[in-house]
Structures are given as structure tokens and as C-alpha cells.
């Protein structure tokens, strides 16, 4: 991967920085983009528009690192009746609008003449076919929404960029903050997750564009 270009959104995260770091280590210039050290709030569209503005074009892979678990301080809902409209609001804000207003920039970013990779991190419970247990409401149907704009905008992508790969990935539950009160049998590292996460990409080909895989290559149904 020596002499490709690489940008990070979320790299100041747990998954992020290890993705930055595990670039890194492949030879790829990575620029990485957070709130906590460039500004960038991705879900203030002028915001996104500034800092993403100044990127030149020409990057081999976008990859947008940032999520939301908790909705306007709110664990996720147990119940219908724990439905708040601030906490589907926050979901939707961070998990879905976000991401899409940094896909808006993937047309210019990304170069045209080679493969190119967008890629967001979705979560396994953002699939409505393997939704099999309910709960967690907002949280599902953000990254529900997610896989979809991923998804459109990969047809889309495709008409100018015929070698871009543009899926959403769900990393398995990662040891990070984001985590801190999740009780899961396995947690990965946020280096174990990284590398996970590029060994699919690396993996991928334009025919891929469009789909949900899991941090083992495993397909996801939507």
C-alpha cells in the first residue's frame, strides 16, 4: 500500500487511531480528521464543508471511524416506552447524517484512474434481517439508515469511479470507551480491530461495492 493516500475520519477514537497507526505502518499517507484536534463536527454541514474543503483530491481510501452509542445521554432503549425523540434525533445525527455529509466529499476526493475505497463503520445490529433479539431502537435504525446511504450512494459512485469499493463494515465490539459499559464473551483491540478491518478492504473488489461485511469478511445481511 506504499504511496497511497489515506483519510481517517475519527481518528482521535479508539478504532481511528488504530486505523491510523495500522496505515501507517502499510506505508499510506494518512491524513486524520477529528473534532478533538481539527474541528471537524461532522454533523454541521458547514463544518464538514471547511475542513474536508482543504483536503486535495487524488485519496485512495476514506474511512469514517465515528459512531455514536448513547443518544441525548441515553443508554440504548430496552423498551418502546424508553423511545425518546432527542435520543432518535442524536442517533440519526451522528450515525447517519454525519457519515453521508463526509460521502458528499468521496466523488472529489477519491482518485478515479485506480481503486478507491470509501468505507464506514456500521454495527451488526444495524441489520434488519439479523435482527433477531429488538431493542436498542435508535441505535439500529441509524446505522439501518447508514447502510443505505452507503449502499445508494455506491451505485451512485460507481458511474464515475469504476474501481471504487464503497461498504459499511460492523468491527465486532471493540475495547474502547465506546464500549466501556457493553458486556460482550469477546472484545477485540482497537489495534486487533484495525487490522481486521483493512485485511477486508485489501480483500475487496469493485464487484464488493455496496455491501455490509463483519470484521471476518463474513457478507451481512441488511
Same mark, same amino acid.
Given at each position: 500500500?506504499?504511496?497511497?493516500?489515506?483519510?481517517?475520519?475519527?481518528?482521535?477514537?479508539?478504532?481511528?487511531?488504530?486505523?491510523?497507526?495500522?496505515?501507517?505502518?502499510?506505508? +499510506?499517507?494518512?491524513?486524520?480528521?477529528?473534532?478533538?484536534?481539527?474541528?471537524?463536527?461532522?454533523?454541521?454541514?458547514?463544518?464538514?464543508?471547511? +475542513?474536508?474543503?482543504?483536503?486535495?483530491?487524488?485519496?485512495?481510501?476514506?474511512?469514517?471511524?465515528?459512531?455514536?452509542?448513547?443518544?441525548?445521554?441515553?443508554?440504548?432503549?430496552?423498551?418502546?416506552?424508553?423511545?425518546?425523540?432527542?435520543?432518535?434525533?442524536?442517533?440519526?445525527?451522528?450515525?447517519?447524517?454525519?457519515?453521508?455529509?463526509?460521502?458528499?466529499?468521496?466523488?472529489?476526493?477519491?482518485?478515479?484512474?485506480?481503486?478507491?475505497?470509501?468505507?464506514?463503520?456500521?454495527?451488526?445490529?444495524?441489520?434488519?434481517?439479523?435482527?433477531?433479539?429488538?431493542?436498542?431502537?435508535?441505535?439500529?435504525?441509524?446505522?439501518?439508515?447508514?447502510?443505505?446511504?452507503?449502499?445508494?450512494?455506491?451505485?451512485?459512485?460507481?458511474?464515475?469511479?469504476?474501481?471504487?469499493?464503497?461498504?459499511?463494515?460492523?468491527?465486532?465490539?471493540?475495547?474502547?470507551?465506546?464500549?466501556?459499559?457493553?458486556?460482550?464473551?469477546?472484545?477485540?483491540?482497537?489495534?486487533?480491530?484495525?487490522?481486521?478491518?483493512?485485511?477486508?478492504?485489501?480483500?475487496?473488489?469493485?464487484?464488493?461495492?455496496?455491501?455490509?461485511?463483519?470484521?471476518?469478511?463474513?457478507?451481512?445481511?441488511?
Amino acid at each position: 500500500m506504499t504511496g497511497t493516500r489515506a483519510l481517517v475520519i475519527g481518528a482521535s477514537g479508539g478504532i481511528g487511531g488504530a486505523l491510523c497507526a495500522a496505515l501507517a505502518a502499510r506505508g +499510506v499517507a494518512v491524513t486524520g480528521l477529528s473534532r478533538r484536534e481539527n474541528g471537524l463536527e461532522i454533523t454541521d454541514e458547514a463544518s464538514v464543508e471547511a +475542513v474536508l474543503g482543504g483536503v486535495t483530491p487524488g485519496v485512495d481510501m476514506i474511512l469514517v471511524a465515528t459512531g455514536a452509542l448513547h443518544g441525548a445521554g441515553q443508554p440504548p432503549e430496552k423498551s418502546l416506552r424508553s423511545l425518546s425523540a432527542a435520543a432518535l434525533a442524536d442517533q440519526y445525527a451522528v450515525n447517519a447524517i454525519g457519515p453521508a455529509l463526509i460521502l458528499r466529499h468521496a466523488p472529489r476526493l477519491l482518485r478515479r484512474d485506480r481503486r478507491a475505497v470509501f468505507a464506514a463503520i456500521s454495527a451488526k445490529v444495524g441489520s434488519i434481517g439479523d435482527n433477531q433479539l429488538g431493542g436498542w431502537y435508535s441505535y439500529r435504525a441509524a446505522k439501518a439508515a447508514l447502510n443505505q446511504i452507503v449502499h445508494t450512494g455506491a451505485i451512485e459512485l460507481a458511474r464515475s469511479h469504476r474501481e471504487a469499493i464503497c461498504v459499511t463494515l460492523h468491527p465486532g465490539t471493540v475495547a474502547t470507551q465506546f464500549t466501556a459499559d457493553h458486556k460482550a464473551h469477546r472484545k477485540h483491540s482497537p489495534e486487533e480491530s484495525a487490522e481486521n478491518l483493512l485485511t477486508v478492504l485489501e480483500n475487496l473488489t469493485p464487484d464488493d461495492t455496496g455491501q455490509f461485511y463483519s470484521w471476518d469478511g463474513t457478507r451481512l445481511p441488511w
